[in-house]
Protein backbone atom coordinates (compact mmCIF):
# COMPACT_ATOMS: atom_id res chain seq x y z
CA UNK A 1 0.00 0.00 0.00
CA UNK A 2 1.76 3.40 -1.28
CA UNK A 3 2.26 6.42 1.38
CA UNK A 4 -0.18 9.14 0.94
CA UNK A 5 1.30 12.79 1.19
CA UNK A 6 -2.04 14.39 3.03
CA UNK A 7 -1.56 13.92 6.96
CA UNK A 8 -4.29 12.11 8.86
CA UNK A 9 -5.04 12.98 12.72
CA UNK A 10 -3.01 10.91 14.90
CA UNK A 11 -5.84 8.08 15.79
CA UNK A 12 -6.29 7.04 11.77
CA UNK A 13 -2.56 7.29 11.17
CA UNK A 14 -2.53 4.56 14.08
CA UNK A 15 -5.37 2.66 12.79
CA UNK A 16 -3.67 2.88 8.84
CA UNK A 17 -0.84 1.29 10.31
CA UNK A 18 -2.68 -1.56 11.82
CA UNK A 19 -4.05 -2.01 8.14
CA UNK A 20 -0.71 -1.49 6.86
CA UNK A 21 0.86 -4.07 9.19
CA UNK A 22 -1.92 -6.13 8.61
CA UNK A 23 -1.76 -6.18 5.08
CA UNK A 24 2.01 -7.15 4.86
CA UNK A 25 1.93 -9.87 6.57
CA UNK A 26 -1.43 -11.03 4.00
CA UNK A 27 1.23 -9.91 1.08
CA UNK A 28 3.59 -11.86 2.57
CA UNK A 29 1.53 -15.29 2.92
CA UNK A 30 0.52 -15.79 6.54
CA UNK A 31 -2.24 -17.60 7.63
CA UNK A 32 -5.31 -16.06 7.64
CA UNK A 33 -7.18 -14.60 10.79
CA UNK A 34 -7.98 -16.93 13.15
CA UNK A 35 -11.67 -18.17 13.37
CA UNK A 36 -14.07 -17.43 16.01
CA UNK A 37 -14.65 -20.23 17.78
CA UNK A 38 -18.11 -22.08 19.03
CA UNK A 39 -20.05 -22.72 22.12
CA UNK A 40 -19.43 -20.75 25.27
CA UNK A 41 -16.17 -19.32 23.70
CA UNK A 42 -18.10 -17.78 20.98
CA UNK A 43 -20.49 -16.13 23.26
CA UNK A 44 -17.00 -14.51 25.31
CA UNK A 45 -15.63 -13.20 22.05
CA UNK A 46 -18.77 -11.57 20.60
CA UNK A 47 -19.71 -9.63 23.83
CA UNK A 48 -18.48 -6.16 22.54
CA UNK A 49 -16.63 -5.07 19.28
CA UNK A 50 -13.33 -2.95 18.91
CA UNK A 51 -13.24 -2.36 14.98
CA UNK A 52 -9.94 -0.74 14.45
CA UNK A 53 -11.42 0.85 11.02
CA UNK A 54 -14.56 1.15 8.84
CA UNK A 55 -14.23 -0.96 5.17
CA UNK A 56 -16.59 0.94 2.77
CA UNK A 57 -16.36 -1.95 0.17
CA UNK A 58 -17.78 -3.34 -2.62
CA UNK A 59 -19.96 -6.46 -2.64
CA UNK A 60 -18.09 -8.20 -4.56
CA UNK A 61 -17.35 -11.83 -3.00
CA UNK A 62 -13.72 -12.07 -3.41
CA UNK A 63 -13.03 -8.51 -1.47
CA UNK A 64 -12.46 -10.37 2.08
CA UNK A 65 -10.98 -6.71 4.08
CA UNK A 66 -10.63 -8.88 7.42
CA UNK A 67 -8.30 -11.25 4.86
CA UNK A 68 -6.29 -8.22 3.37
CA UNK A 69 -5.60 -6.63 6.31
CA UNK A 70 -5.01 -9.84 8.51
CA UNK A 71 -7.14 -8.87 11.24
CA UNK A 72 -8.80 -10.70 13.69
CA UNK A 73 -12.45 -10.93 13.65
CA UNK A 74 -14.23 -7.82 15.63
CA UNK A 75 -11.14 -5.76 14.42
CA UNK A 76 -12.63 -4.29 10.79
CA UNK A 77 -16.37 -2.65 10.48
CA UNK A 78 -17.14 -3.50 7.35
CA UNK A 79 -19.83 -1.66 5.19
CA UNK A 80 -20.36 -3.89 2.09
CA UNK A 81 -22.43 -2.10 -1.28
CA UNK A 82 -21.82 -2.59 -4.88
CA UNK A 83 -19.95 -0.05 -5.98
CA UNK A 84 -19.32 1.00 -3.53
CA UNK A 85 -21.75 4.29 -3.56
CA UNK A 86 -23.06 6.92 -1.11
CA UNK A 87 -26.29 6.22 0.29
CA UNK A 88 -28.23 6.51 3.38
CA UNK A 89 -27.87 3.57 4.53
CA UNK A 90 -24.33 3.60 4.00
CA UNK A 91 -23.84 6.59 5.94
CA UNK A 92 -26.12 5.73 8.57
CA UNK A 93 -23.37 2.50 9.20
CA UNK A 94 -20.24 4.34 8.97
CA UNK A 95 -21.71 7.00 11.15
CA UNK A 96 -22.44 4.73 13.61
CA UNK A 97 -19.20 2.89 13.68
CA UNK A 98 -17.91 6.79 14.11
CA UNK A 99 -20.17 7.99 16.87
CA UNK A 100 -20.97 4.69 18.83
CA UNK A 101 -17.65 2.33 18.53
CA UNK A 102 -14.85 5.32 18.26
CA UNK A 103 -13.64 4.48 15.44
CA UNK A 104 -11.10 6.77 13.30
CA UNK A 105 -10.66 5.92 10.34
CA UNK A 106 -12.51 5.17 7.46
CA UNK A 107 -11.16 3.53 4.12
CA UNK A 108 -13.16 3.53 1.11
CA UNK A 109 -11.64 0.72 -0.81
CA UNK A 110 -12.38 -0.13 -4.43
CA UNK A 111 -11.28 -2.81 -6.63
CA UNK A 112 -10.15 -4.29 -10.32
CA UNK A 113 -12.46 -5.99 -12.52
CA UNK A 114 -15.64 -4.29 -10.45
CA UNK A 115 -19.27 -5.49 -11.98
CA UNK A 116 -20.94 -1.85 -11.07
CA UNK A 117 -18.51 0.38 -12.21
CA UNK A 118 -18.01 -1.92 -15.74
CA UNK A 119 -22.02 -1.63 -15.96
CA UNK A 120 -21.74 2.30 -15.72
CA UNK A 121 -18.46 2.30 -18.17
CA UNK A 122 -20.72 0.33 -20.74
CA UNK A 123 -23.56 2.39 -20.56
CA UNK A 124 -21.46 5.29 -21.39
CA UNK A 125 -19.69 3.33 -23.71
CA UNK A 126 -23.23 2.59 -25.17
CA UNK A 127 -22.24 -0.65 -24.92
CA UNK A 128 -25.44 -2.33 -23.19
CA UNK A 129 -28.17 -3.86 -25.16
CA UNK A 130 -32.09 -3.34 -24.90
CA UNK A 131 -31.76 -6.72 -22.83
CA UNK A 132 -29.26 -5.80 -20.86
CA UNK A 133 -30.81 -2.18 -19.67
CA UNK A 134 -34.08 -4.08 -18.64
CA UNK A 135 -31.83 -7.00 -16.73
CA UNK A 136 -30.08 -3.94 -14.95
CA UNK A 137 -33.77 -2.32 -14.31
CA UNK A 138 -32.98 -3.06 -10.48
CA UNK A 139 -29.98 -1.96 -9.97
CA UNK A 140 -30.55 1.46 -12.15
CA UNK A 141 -30.15 3.66 -9.08
CA UNK A 142 -26.76 2.01 -7.95
CA UNK A 143 -25.37 2.62 -11.47
CA UNK A 144 -26.39 5.79 -12.20
CA UNK A 145 -24.08 7.21 -9.03
CA UNK A 146 -21.32 5.17 -10.23
CA UNK A 147 -21.65 7.13 -13.71
CA UNK A 148 -22.21 10.16 -11.56
CA UNK A 149 -18.59 9.87 -10.26
CA UNK A 150 -16.99 8.43 -13.80
CA UNK A 151 -18.67 11.45 -15.71
CA UNK A 152 -16.26 13.86 -13.64
CA UNK A 153 -13.52 12.54 -15.42
CA UNK A 154 -11.99 13.84 -18.15
CA UNK A 155 -13.10 13.06 -21.27
CA UNK A 156 -15.63 9.93 -21.87
CA UNK A 157 -15.45 7.56 -18.66
CA UNK A 158 -14.55 4.47 -20.91
CA UNK A 159 -11.47 3.28 -18.89
CA UNK A 160 -12.55 0.98 -16.13
CA UNK A 161 -9.28 1.11 -14.38
CA UNK A 162 -9.84 4.80 -13.88
CA UNK A 163 -13.55 4.99 -13.56
CA UNK A 164 -12.84 2.60 -10.47
CA UNK A 165 -10.06 4.52 -8.95
CA UNK A 166 -12.45 7.70 -9.44
CA UNK A 167 -15.28 6.15 -7.94
CA UNK A 168 -13.41 5.12 -4.74
CA UNK A 169 -11.91 8.77 -4.47
CA UNK A 170 -15.93 10.13 -5.16
CA UNK A 171 -17.34 8.04 -2.58
CA UNK A 172 -14.58 9.02 -0.08
CA UNK A 173 -15.12 12.68 -0.97
CA UNK A 174 -18.60 12.49 -0.53
CA UNK A 175 -19.23 10.95 2.74
CA UNK A 176 -17.88 13.95 4.67
CA UNK A 177 -20.04 16.18 2.18
CA UNK A 178 -23.21 14.09 3.10
CA UNK A 179 -22.61 13.80 6.67
CA UNK A 180 -22.24 16.59 9.22
CA UNK A 181 -21.57 14.04 11.95
CA UNK A 182 -18.32 12.57 9.72
CA UNK A 183 -17.48 16.43 8.64
CA UNK A 184 -17.73 17.78 12.26
CA UNK A 185 -15.26 14.68 13.12
CA UNK A 186 -12.93 15.37 10.65
CA UNK A 187 -12.77 18.94 11.99
CA UNK A 188 -11.80 17.57 15.05
CA UNK A 189 -9.03 15.32 14.54
CA UNK A 190 -11.23 12.40 15.64
CA UNK A 191 -11.09 11.06 12.17
CA UNK A 192 -9.51 10.48 8.51
CA UNK A 193 -11.16 9.02 5.56
CA UNK A 194 -9.16 6.89 2.97
CA UNK A 195 -9.66 5.85 -0.58
CA UNK A 196 -8.40 2.95 -1.47
CA UNK A 197 -7.99 0.43 -4.74
CA UNK A 198 -7.33 -3.69 -4.26
CA UNK A 199 -6.05 -5.19 -7.00
CA UNK A 200 -7.14 -8.55 -7.40
CA UNK A 201 -4.36 -10.37 -9.60
CA UNK A 202 -1.97 -9.71 -6.45
CA UNK A 203 -3.90 -8.80 -3.62
CA UNK A 204 -2.30 -5.33 -3.11
CA UNK A 205 -4.10 -2.53 -1.88
CA UNK A 206 -3.18 0.94 -3.06
CA UNK A 207 -3.85 3.77 -1.10
CA UNK A 208 -4.91 6.75 -3.51
CA UNK A 209 -3.35 9.97 -3.58
Excluded: K, Y
Excluded at 21 to 33: T, V, Y
Excluded at 95 to 119: D, K, N, Q, T
Excluded at 131 to 141: G, H, N, Q
Aim: charged share 20%; proline share 7%; hydrophobic share 50%.
Amino acid sequence: MSPDSRALPAPAEEALRALLEGHARFLGGEQRPRPLPGGAAWRRAVETQAPVAVVLTCADARVEPAHLFNLDPGRVFVVRVAGPVVSPEVIGSVEFAVASLGVPLVMVLGHARCGAVAAAVARAREDLSDRAVRELASLSALVDQVSVAAADLEGEPTDLHASEVHNARAVAARLSHASSLLAEAQAAGRLGIVPAHLELDSGQVFRLD
